[in-house]
């Protein structure tokens, strides 16, 4: 069913899934890749992990897809994680849902939201990162680029600051793209990832925020909180060295399960991988966030 709630002014859409059986269900809320909407990946492992006994939430975050907000598809690290922190508050609301019992789950960008935000608070109970991109400045710094693109990003921000409307380069498809590569269209700029909700196009401050976020950190601090780690064996857009700092960082009770996947997309809607990626989650879920029943959504 389609849902609104708020985030401070700001209204978010969202779809929630209900397990048929009765209640009240864990549930689990959800982020995703950037630029995503609650219509592609989210929703799809929404819809999936439902079907295991899971209230589910799936949303826009504020300035994307149906949800409120300015600049439009501008990327807001600290909005998205108060975006989570009001879809979980949302939910403990609902009559269907055992407000004690909340997991966070995060795919692509989304699962260092999921990590950084479940770190600090209370009310999750469990992590899962899905082909997760647990951005750290630390690495990204590494690379000869990273004081020229601060410059670059930088000078694009003070021209808005003072009046300039915001700058947007393609999400996907060329060289400028914000996601550059033949591998990304193949997903979003072809009818594989094609939704209403989704334009392609991207802010180029967002850029900044991508190099500059920290959510690796969360790492340090999820325990005593299990956390799950999915990834793929080979990724070129959330490298797999990344899921095997952030399962490092992390305190039992984790654990990291690869899958063979070649291509970072390949876990967005690609079988077998994801099917294997929901078994993997729900055998997790089972021991540290058990549903209390099983059957279809409506």
């Known amino acids: 069913m389609r849902v609104e709630f708020t985030a401070g002014t700001l209204r978010l859409a969202g779809e929630l899934r209900v397990p048929t059986g009765p209640g009240p269900h864990p549930a689990l809320v959800f982020t995703g890749p950037f630029t995503g909407v609650k219509e592609q990946v989210t929703g799809l492992y929404a819809a999936r992990l439902t079907d295991l006994g899971y209230v589910t939430l799936a949303f826009d975050h504020r300035n994307w897809g149906e949800s409120d907000g300015q600049p439009r598809r501008?990327?807001?690290?600290?909005?998205?994680?108060?975006?989570?922190?009001?879809?979980v508050s949302y939910?403990?609301?609902?009559?269907?849902?055992?407000?004690?019992?909340?997991?966070?789950?995060?795919?692509c960008l989304g699962g260092g939201y999921a990590l950084k935000f479940a770190a600090f608070d209370h009310r999750?109970?469990?992590?899962?990162?899905?082909?997760?991109?647990?951005?750290?400045?630390?690495?990204?710094?590494?690379?000869?680029w990273w004081p020229g693109a601060l410059k670059s990003f930088t000078e694009a921000l003070e021209r808005q600051d003072l009046g300039a409307r915001p700058e947007y380069v393609p999400a996907v498809g060329g060289p400028d793209a914000a996601m550059a590569g033949d591998e990304p269209f193949e997903y979003y700029g072809t009818a594989?990832?094609?939704?209403?909700?989704?334009?392609?196009?991207?802010?180029?401050?967002?850029?900044?925020?991508?190099?500059?976020?920290?959510?690796?950190?969360?790492?340090?601090?999820?325990?005593?909180k299990p956390g799950l780690l999915v990834h793929g064996v080979v990724?070129?857009?959330?490298?797999?060295?990344?899921?095997?700092?952030?399962?490092?960082?992390?305190?039992?009770?984790?654990?990291?399960?690869?899958?063979?996947?070649?291509?970072?997309?390949?876990?967005y809607d690609t079988e077998p991988y994801v099917t294997q990626a929901v078994a993997a989650v729900g055998e997790f879920l089972s021991v540290h966030l058990p549903a209390t029943a099983r059957g279809s959504h409506g």
Not at 91 to 107: H, K, L, N, T
Not at 238 to 258: I, Q, T
């Open 74 to 87: 501008h990327e807001d690290p600290q909005g998205k994680l108060e975006d989570l922190r009001a879809a």
């Open 91 to 107: 939910v403990r609301s609902r009559p269907e849902v055992r407000s004690d019992a909340i997991g966070a789950v995060g795919i």
């Open 124 to 144: 999750v109970r469990v992590f899962v990162g899905i082909a997760g991109g647990y951005n750290s400045p630390y690495t990204m710094r590494t690379g000869d």
């Open 192 to 224: 594989r990832g094609e939704t209403p909700g989704w334009v392609n196009e991207v802010t180029r401050a967002s850029l900044r925020e991508l190099i500059t976020m920290d959510n690796m950190m969360g790492a340090d601090f999820l325990s005593p």
């Open 235 to 267: 990724d070129a857009f959330c490298a797999p060295e990344g899921a095997h700092e952030a399962h490092a960082r992390l305190s039992e009770p984790r654990k990291l399960v690869w899958l063979d996947a070649k291509q970072h997309v390949d876990l």
